[in-house]
C-alpha cells in the first residue's frame, strides 16, 4: 500500500517521538469507542490516523500488517482490526473491550434509526426517501466492487472466478458455503499453478 | 417478535466464517435466508433496512445488529450481534500469534491473491441482488446510476451520495 512509502515509520529510529506505552484495556475501549463515534462513511482511514499517529500504540508497518491479516480472514474489516489490536496488546480481554468499544455507538443508533423508522414507514415521502437512499446504497456497492475489481482486470482466470462467483450466488442464489468452498479451491489451485 | 434468538443465533452464526472481504459478501446469503428461507421480511423491507445501515456510522454489517433488533428485540440484537462476530473474531484473535510469526512467507501473499477474485465476485453479486432489490421504479434506477458513476468517479464522499439519493428519492418519488 501507498502509505508506507508516503509515511516512512521515522518513531522506531529516533527515540523521541517513540512509541508511547502499550494501550490498557480501558484505553483499548476508549479508543475503539472513539472510532466508532467518528467513523461516518469509512472507518479504515480514519483508523491509521487514530492508532498509528494519533495515539502513536503502533508503527504504520505493524498497522498494515494487522490490516492483512484481518483482510485475508472472514469478518468485517475493522471489526477484525479491533480483535486484533486488543489481542495484541491485552489478550483477549483487550480484544473484546476494542470490539465492545467500538460497536457501542454505531450499534445504538441504527437501532434508533430503525425504530424512528419503524415509527414513520408508512409516511409517503419516508417511503420515497428510503426508495432513494436505499437504490443510492446499490450504488455504493457497485462501485465498490469496482475499485475492488480493477486490479484484477488484466487477469482473464482471476475474472472467470469472479464471474462464477457472480453467476452463482446473485443469478441461481446458490447456498454460499458450497460456493464459497469450491471457488476459493479453484482460486486457490490457479494461483499455485501460475506460480509453478 | 418474528424470530427467536436461537433462529438469529443460527443464521448469523453460518454466516460469520464465511463473511470473507470484509462482510458485505454475506449480504446475498443473508437476504436469501431472511427473505427466502425463512419469510421473515420482504425483500424490499431488507433493502430498506440495509439502507438504514449504510446510513448509520461505524463498520460495515451494522445492518446485522439492525435486523436483530427489528426480528428480535434486544435480546435478537445481542444474540445476532455475538453470533455473526463472535466466530470471525475468535478465529482473527487464534490466528495472530500464527500470524505474527510467519507473516513473510510467501504463501500468504498466494492466499491473499486467491482470495481476493472470491471476494470481488461475492461483492458484485451483492451488488446484483441488493441493486435488482431497489430497482421498484425508473427513479430508483436512475439514483442507483448516478450514484454508482458519482462514486466510481470518486466525486463525493459515500455519505454525502447516500443522503443525495434519500432527497432525489423525495422529490421524485422514486
Keep these: 500500500m501507498v502509505t508506507v512509502a508516503v509515511t516512512p515509520d521515522v518513531r522506531e529510529e529516533d527515540g523521541e517521538g517513540g512509541r508511547l506505552l502499550p494501550p ?31 495515539r502513536r500504540w ?22 477484525n482490526l479491533a480483535f486484533a489490536i486488543g489481542m495484541h496488546f491485552r489478550g483477549v480481554g483487550g480484544a473484546i473491550a476494542a470490539f465492545a468499544g467500538l460497536l457501542a455507538v454505531p450499534s445504538g443508533i441504527v437501532i434508533l434509526l430503525g425504530a424512528a423508522y ?49 453467476v452463482a450466488i446473485a443469478l441461481v442464489r446458490f447456498p454460499l458455503l458450497p460456493t464459497v468452498v469450491i471457488l476459493l479451491g479453484l482460486s486457490i489451485l490457479i494461483t499455485a499453478r501460475r506460480r509453478a | 417478535m418474528k424470530a427467536s434468538p436461537w433462529a438469529l443465533f443460527m443464521l448469523f452464526g453460518q454466516l460469520s466464517l464465511l ?69 470471525s473474531g475468535a478465529l482473527v484473535m487464534f490466528a495472530l500469534g500464527q500470524w505474527k510469526r510467519h507473516h513473510h512467507r510467501p504463501w500468504h501473499a498466494h492466499l491473499r491473491k486467491a482470495i481476493l477474485p472470491v471476494t470481488v465476485g461475492l461483492l458484485a453479486a451483492t451488488a446484483g441482488v441488493i441493486g435488482s432489490a431497489v430497482a421498484v421504479s425508473p427513479g430508483a434506477i436512475a439514483i442507483t446510476v448516478i450514484a454508482f458513476v458519482v462514486l466510481a468517479l470518486r466525486k463525493a464522499s459515500p455519505l454525502l451520495v447516500l443522503a443525495g439519493g434519500a432527497c432525489l428519492g423525495a422529490i421524485f418519488q422514486a
Design chain 1, 24 to 54: 490498557t484495556v480501558k484505553e483499548l475501549f476508549v479508543g475503539f469507542f472513539v472510532l466508532g463515534v467518528t467513523g461516518f462513511g469509512g472507518v479504515l482511514p480514519l483508523a491509521r490516523e487514530a492508532l498509528v499517529v494519533r
Design chain 2, 19 to 87: 463473511s470473507f472481504g470484509g462482510g458485505n459478501s454475506v449480504l446475498p446469503e443473508m437476504q436469501r435466508q431472511i427473505v427466502s428461507v425463512h419469510h421473515w421480511l420482504t425483500a424490499q423491507e431488507f433493502s430498506a433496512l440495509f439502507a438504514l445501515a449504510q446510513a448509520a456510522p461505524g463498520p460495515n454489517l451494522m445492518i446485522v445488529v439492525l435486523l436483530g433488533w427489528h426480528l428480535g428485540g434486544l435480546p435478537g440484537a445481542l444474540v445476532s450481534t455475538l453470533a455473526m462476530f463472535g466466530p
Design chain 1, 118 to 166: 419503524a415509527q414513520v414507514r408508512h409516511d409517503p415521502l419516508v417511503q420515497h426517501m428510503m426508495a432513494g437512499l436505499a437504490a443510492a446504497a446499490a450504488g455504493l456497492l457497485f462501485a465498490m466492487t469496482l475499485q475492488l475489481g480493477a486490479q484484477l482486470m488484466r487477469d482473464v482466470r482471476a475474472l472467470m472466478v469472479v464471474v462464477a462467483a457472480f
Design chain 1, 58 to 79: 503502533m508503527s504504520d508497518s505493524e498497522f498494515l500488517d494487522l490490516l492483512g491479516l484481518c483482510q485475508l480472514l472472514p469478518g468485517g474489516n475493522i471489526i
